[in-house]
């Protein structure tokens, strides 16, 4: 079974700066990778998914992700955030084509004025 | 995750009541997901269900939970005799029938609080 490291718990950061929050996952094989995002009060939103082909992947609201198989990360980045970025955010990986995923513990992400 | 609909939202049980929670997956979809998120950890996977088959359940406790999708009407989650330890958010995702986790949306949730 895949295992997913979020190294930062939460990440407090001002409004208008950069955020990047890590993601490592334990396997070497073929994977998919995923960024969810959950906002207060509410469920799971896909942010950016990894399938294959470029390993630079964007998804929505300005996130973008970089797959690195070497370093086997997948870490999420946005170049400034918003007030409404305020959430807490998943890694998930699952073996390509499996219908599983491991997700990592979360990082709660508080963007201050 | 818009079309995944989990019913309660909140739902509080007394230790050693049963807690039902209901989710209707997308329209389409016949494959249904659960997961466990415990405080301050990921998600877990639970149970893999199709229409009246229970594909996968090696993540479900080995007492008092089961769960069901029957031919009509939503997957259900059953915990019987709950404890404070059940206390999670229960996630349910669905499918459609290539069943793959690239091709998965998430519900909203049902928060479970025992007392």
């Known amino acids: 079974a895949q295992s997913v490291t979020q190294l930062d718990s939460q990440v407090p950061v001002f409004e208008e700066a950069p955020v990047e929050l890590r993601c490592n996952y334990s396997?070497?094989?073929?994977?998919?990778l995923f960024w969810y995002v959950q906002y207060p009060n509410q469920g799971l939103q896909l942010l950016l998914k990894?399938?294959?082909?470029?390993?630079l992947v964007k998804g929505i609201n300005g996130f973008e992700a970089e797959f690195n198989k070497s370093q086997t990360s997948f870490h999420l980045r946005k170049p400034s955030v918003h007030i409404s970025d305020t959430a807490e955010y998943f890694c998930?990986?699952?073996?390509?084509?499996?219908?599983?995923?491991?997700f990592g513990a979360g990082t709660t992400v508080t963007v201050r004025a | 995750n818009a079309g995944v609909m989990q019913n309660p939202r909140h739902l509080v049980r007394r230790r050693g009541q049963e807690a039902r929670l209901r989710c209707s997956p997308m329209?389409?979809?016949?494959?249904v997901y659960w997961y466990r998120q415990l405080p301050e950890e990921g998600l877990k996977f639970m149970v893999y269900?199709?229409?009246?088959?229970?594909?996968?359940e090696s993540g479900m406790p080995k007492e008092r939970f089961s769960a069901e999708f029957p031919k009509e009407g939503p997957s259900i989650l059953r915990i019987q005799q709950v404890v404070r330890g059940d206390s999670a958010a229960y996630f349910c995702?669905?499918?459609?029938?290539?069943?793959?986790?690239?091709?998965?949306?998430f519900g909203s949730g049902t928060q479970l609080s025992v007392l």
């Open positions: 995702a669905s499918s459609p029938p290539e069943g793959r986790g690239e091709k998965l949306f």
């Open positions: 396997s070497s094989v073929s994977v998919y």
């Open positions: 990894y399938l294959s082909g470029s390993t």
């Open positions: 998930a990986v699952s073996d390509r084509g499996d219908y599983k995923l491991s």
């Open positions: 329209k389409g979809h016949s494959h």
């Open positions: 269900l199709q229409k009246e088959n229970i594909i996968d």
